[in-house]
C-alpha cells in the first residue's frame, strides 16, 4: 500500500459507521512489542506474528470472537 499503512487502514475502518463492527486481526512480519501496542490502539482485536500456523489464527478468531 504506497500511501496507507496497515495501521491506518485498520483505523478507516474502525473510525467509519459503515465498517467500525468488522473484527480485525493484524498479521504482521515486524512483530514488535510496538508496533502490537499500535495496531491494538488502531483497533484490531489482536496481532499475530508471521508466520503463523493456522490453529494461531482460529485460536485469535475464536478468543476475540467470545463476545459475539
Do not use: W, Y
Not at 459503515?18 to 515486524?30: C, Q
Amino acid at each position: 500500500m504506497p500511501d496507507l499503512d496497515g495501521f491506518a487502514v485498520c483505523r478507516q475502518i474502525k473510525n467509519s459507521p459503515d465498517t467500525s463492527s468488522i473484527r480485525i486481526i493484524a498479521m504482521t512480519g515486524e512483530h514488535t512489542e510496538e508496533n502490537v501496542q499500535e495496531i491494538i490502539a488502531s483497533g484490531a482485536e489482536s496481532c499475530l506474528a508471521k508466520p503463523f500456523k493456522s490453529k494461531a489464527l482460529f485460536d485469535a478468531i475464536k478468543l476475540t470472537g467470545k463476545n459475539n
